[in-house]
């Protein structure tokens, strides 16, 4: 079956710790995007990635970091600059790169600080 | 004006009722939308898309007001499964390919 796959489900953190989010879609989708939910919130856009080798900050980049080798991945890695890392992280992946397409989503990311 | 707005809710109904959202938005040059479904602690789902004047399946329709720039969602004979958070979801203004997601409107179906 086609579709996203985000890991580890849940993850911890400790202090001063790099943690890295993984995303990886087998829908030969072009985009790729990271979001981030925190408790009764919307999702806030922290990158996204419209082809290999490319991507772009969203609108709460600071303190995460990303890469897109390959098509099909797209890492987050949330640094220790990052100081409220605690949230739900959502990878999303669209066929287009316009931006007006329905975005799909992976069952997500859980981070909590230790 | 927020790029998308929708009231937070909670809309609470009984089974059977007819319930709907709406949600207005800045972006005039937008042509698509769409309606997610998000589930407590769940990813968003997508419900619907709107490319026109509005979309119909089943029980769900959604109607676009250009003019007034606002869509709608209407949940007919509303069942205890249609309990979820609904997402209002529009092109991004500033340019960025992307799109921006409303906070949500909550819905709580009851026996």
């Known amino acids: 079956d086609g579709g996203i796959t985000q890991s580890p489900k849940y993850l911890f953190r400790k202090e001063g710790q790099n943690v890295t989010l993984s995303c990886e879609q087998n829908l030969n989708h072009d985009a790729m995007y990271w979001y981030r939910q925190d408790p009764g919130q919307g999702l806030r856009l922290i990158y996204y990635?419209?082809?290999?080798?490319?991507?772009q900050k969203g609108d709460i980049a600071e303190g995460y970091s990303v890469s897109r080798e390959k098509k099909e991945s797209f890492p987050l890695t949330v640094t220790s600059a990052q100081k409220n890392p605690t949230a739900f992280y959502l990878c999303a992946s669209s066929i287009g790169t316009a931006g007006n397409q329905p975005q799909h989503f992976g069952d997500g990311t859980r981070l909590s600080i230790l | 004006r927020k790029e998308v707005e929708q009231d937070p809710g909670p809309f609470n109904v009984p089974e059977g009722a007819t319930v709907a959202f709406n949600c207005t938005y800045s972006?005039?040059?937008?042509?698509?939308f769409f309606w997610y479904r998000q589930d407590c602690r769940k990813e968003p789902k997508l419900l619907m898309s709107v490319y026109s004047s509005g979309n119909e399946d089943g029980r769900f329709t959604a109607q676009l007001n250009r003019a007034s720039q606002y869509i709608s969602l209407l949940i007919r004979d509303s069942k205890l499964s249609d309990s979820a958070t609904y997402l209002c979801v529009v092109p991004t203004r500033t340019g960025r390919r992307a799109l921006t997601f409303g906070s949500g409107t909550r819905l709580q179906v009851q026996p």
């Open positions: 990635s419209q082809i290999v080798n490319d991507f």
């Open positions: 972006n005039s040059a937008s042509q698509s």
